[in-house]
């Protein structure tokens, strides 16, 4: 029987479905770590990624035909090489819209009624005011990446009355979306907005498309939120603008080098909100990947390709 393989376990519900969908493969799943070699050789299919399925299955006449990643972000993979091999792409990008839309929100509403300042001063019993004055209400938020997060994002905003401005690369319009920009519209969606928030996949693009240039060109009371990728931003040029004061503050859940240093800066930083990169993290997240999986199974079962965020090796993403 051909196999399928799952690098994490599957629940009883889970495994049954799977085996439904695909009654004459064998289905093997559980923790990466305790997988046995054997099985991963002789997988056609594979769920999830790490360095043992690059060893096993990446050699001379790999029956492997195509891999999906259980996470949206696929830069840590050897993607030339998978398609060099001639195997097929797939990531979990659409699983994260509303655990990450409440994580932008919940950093941004953070800096706006200061939260992130009275829980410090709940830590040493200290009254202040600390000269609360904005609203979210009616401002301007430039999403950069307005993919399904980004899409999310947009939607949540336009309860708050904000005016949304959205970047994707082919400029394509969105309802949600007031102004849509490509990326040359950068500079005028940073100089526009009071929230930016990076939504970026990382890519040969996106590789420090936000540096020292960009955070000039931002207001000094804009908040700056990363969600995508850490080296889509240049943190040296970060780190200056929070101390120089071109932005108000930077609300973080993705960093350059993961996880942060004990020693790094950007801990210290009172206009700071850190997050482990948890903001994708929910209870869900295996029951939404699978049906993705899942969908695109029924396309592969079929003998097509699968449909859903294959990765395009023109792009890598």
Known sequence: MPKIVFLQPLSDA?????????????????????????????????????????????????????????????????????????????HSSGVHPYPISETVFAMMLGFTRKLHTYIRNQLEKKWHHANVKAEMHGATIGIIGVGAIGTEIARLARAFHMTVLGLRRSGEPKPEIDIMYTPEGLPELLRQSDYVVNTLPLTKESLYMIG???????????????????????????IRALQEGWIAGAGLDVFEEEPLPPDHPLWTFDNVILSPHTSGSTLHYHDRALELFLHNWRAFAAGQDPEINRVDPATDY
């Open 14 to 90: 889970q495994a049954a479905k799977v085996r439904e969908a695909a009654p004459s493969w064998e289905v093997i799943h559980g923790k990466a770590s305790e997988i046995e070699p054997g099985h991963l050789q002789e997988a056609e299919v594979i769920c999830g990624w790490n360095d043992q399925v690059e060893t096993q299955c990446l050699r001379p006449n790999t029956p492997l035909r195509w891999v999906h990643a259980w996470s949206a972000g696929v830069d840590g993979m050897p993607l030339a090489r998978l398609h060099e091999a001639g195997i097929i792409v797939t």
């Open 212 to 238: 020292e240039e960009q955070f000039q060109q931002m207001k000094e009371t804009a908040f700056y939120v990363n969600i995508g990728r850490g080296k889509t931003t240049d943190t040296a040029a970060l």
